[in-house]
C-alpha cells in the first residue's frame, strides 16, 4: 500500500509517494526500481491513498 | 627516441610473456576490468553480517541479491569462510527444502549489473565480446550447478554450469561465455546484465548450458538444486566477470574503493542528524557520499519531530522537512537506488 503527500514548501501532491509498509520515501524517478514497481501496482487497478488535508 | 615493434615477447622459456620491472604487461594489470561489484562479499551496509531470510528478496551484502519463490525456504548471510586471499563468502542454506520445483519457481543469488559498467562489451551488436566468468565456490552438495546472463527483460539467456566435485571443499571455477550477438542490451543506468548463481529452478527455468537463447533461463539443465535439499549449504566469493576469454588474477580494490561503489546503489547513514532552522520549520540536509545510480528510495529508523515529516531526495542528497517544529533529528537514515 502507497500513501500521496502534500508537499508543504510549494503546494500540491509532493514528488515523493509514502510506501505504508516501511515508512520509504519513493521519488518520482522512473529509473528507481521502488517507483517501476508502485507503477505496476498501479497499473494492476490498485489506488493509493490520499494525502492528508492541509 | 627508437621503438620496438615485434609481435610477441617471451620469457627465458619463451611460453611466458616476460615481465617488465617486475610487473607482467597484461590484462591482469588493469584497474577496473572486473564488473562486479563487491565481488569478495566484503560489504555489508545493510546487516554487518547477521543472516537474512531469503523469501521474496535479500541482500545478504551489498550489490548481492538473493531472492526464491520456491515451496521452500533459504537462508543468506555474510560470513568468514573463505578460500586464501579472501576472508569473506556469502553463505546459503536451505532451511526448508523443496524438491519438486515446479514451472517458473526459482531460488537465485544474483547481481545486477550497472549498463554502464558493461557499455563497452557491445552486447546486441556484431562486436559483442567473450566475456569470462570466474568464481570461488563452496558446498555440501556435489554435482552440476550452474547460474546464467540475462539481459534487462530477461529475453536472452546464456545458462552456464559448472561441477562441484567434491564436498565442502573451495574450489574456483571459470566460464567463458561469447557475447551476445542479439536482443536489447542496455548500456545506461539501467540493468545491463543480470548475472544469476541458480540455487534451483523450475523446468520453465531451466535451459541449454553453453548457449544463446530467447528464453528467461536462470540455470542449466540438469542441474543440483541446493533448495531441494534440507540443510544443504553453498558459499561464493571472489566473482570475477571480465572482458576476454581467460580469467585473470582476481582484481584487488581497497576497501574504501569498494564501499563507495557500493554507496552508488545504497548507503546507511549511522548515528543522528540535526536539523537546521527554516522559516516555516526544520530541515535535516544530507550530502550523500557518492552521486547515486538514481533519485534514491530514502528511509530513516527514526526522527524527534512532534508530526510527520516530508522527504526531497536527489541523486546526491536526502533532505528530510519537519514544518512542525523548529529544530528536530533523524537517526538512521538510509537511501536506496538498487538495481
Known amino acids: ?54 | 627516441m627508437s621503438t620496438i615493434a615485434v609481435n610477441a615477447i617471451t620469457d627465458a622459456s619463451g611460453g611466458n610473456t616476460a615481465s617488465i620491472n617486475g610487473a607482467t604487461p597484461t590484462t591482469d594489470n588493469t584497474m577496473g576490468r572486473n564488473r562486479i561489484i563487491n565481488s569478495d562479499m566484503r560489504i555489508d551496509q545493510r546487516n554487518a553480517g547477521a543472516s537474512v531470510v531469503v523469501g521474496s528478496g535479500a541482500f545478504p551484502v551489498d550489490r548481492w541479491f538473493a531472492v526464491e519463490d520456491t515451496d521452500g525456504a533459504m537462508t543468506a548471510e555474510q560470513v568468514e569462510d573463505a578460500p586464501t586471499g579472501f576472508i569473506n563468502s556469502v553463505k546459503l542454506t536451505t532451511t526448508t527444502a523443496d524438491s519438486s520445483l515446479t514451472t517458473t519457481q526459482t531460488a537465485q543469488f544474483m547481481q545486477n549489473i550497472e549498463g554502464f559498467n558493461v557499455s563497452d562489451l557491445g552486447f546486441g551488436s556484431a562486436s559483442a565480446q567473450t566475456v569470462t566468468l570466474s568464481f570461488w565456490v563452496k558446498s555440501s552438495l556435489t554435482g552440476t550447478m550452474g547460474g546464467s546472463v540475462r539481459n534487462d527483460s530477461a529475453n536472452r539467456s546464456y545458462p552456464f554450469s559448472y561441477t562441484i566435485s567434491n564436498p565442502n571443499t573451495w574450489e574456483q571455477k571459470s566460464i567463458t561465455i561469447p557475447g551476445d550477438t542479439s536482443g536489447t542490451w542496455l548500456t545506461n543506468n539501467s540493468i545491463g546484465i543480470r548475472l544469476v548463481f541458480s540455487l534451483g529452478c523450475g523446468p520453465s527455468r531451466l535451459g541449454t548450458a553453453g548457449a544463446w537463447n530467447a528464453n528467461n533461463n536462470t540455470g542449466p539443465t540438469g542441474e543440483v538444486p541446493v533448495i531441494g535439499t534440507l540443510n544443504a549449504t553453498w558459499y561464493i566469493t571472489g566473482v570475477q566477470l571480465e572482458a576476454g576469454s581467460v580469467a585473470t588474477s582476481f582484481e584487488r580494490r581497497h576497501y574504501g574503493q569498494e564501499l563507495v561503489l557500493c554507496q552508488r546503489y545504497y548507503w546507511a547513514g549511522s548515528g543522528s542528524y540535526y536539523s537546521s532552522m527554516y522559516s516555516a520549520g526544520a530541515f535535516v540536509y544530507i550530502d550523500l557520499p557518492v552521486t547515486m545510480r538514481a533519485i534514491p528510495t530514502a528511509t530513516y529508523q527514526s526522527e524527534t519531530g512532534s508530526g510527520s515529516i516530508s522527504l526531497y531526495t536527489t541523486s546526491g542528497r536526502l533532505q528530510y522537512l519537519d514544518s512542525d517544529d523548529t529544530t528536530f533529528s533523524v537517526t538512521g537514515p538510509k537511501a536506496d537506488a538498487e538495481l
Open chain 1, 1 to 54: 500500500m502507497y500513501k500521496l503527500l502534500n508537499d508543504p514548501i510549494n503546494g500540491g501532491q509532493a514528488q515523493c509517494i509514502k510506501r505504508l509498509a516501511d515508512n520509504a520515501f519513493i521519488p518520482f524517478d522512473p529509473a528507481n526500481t521502488d517507483y517501476q514497481e508502485y507503477l505496476k501496482w498501479l497499473a494492476e487497478g490498485n489506488t493509493p491513498e490520499p494525502a492528508d488535508e492541509v
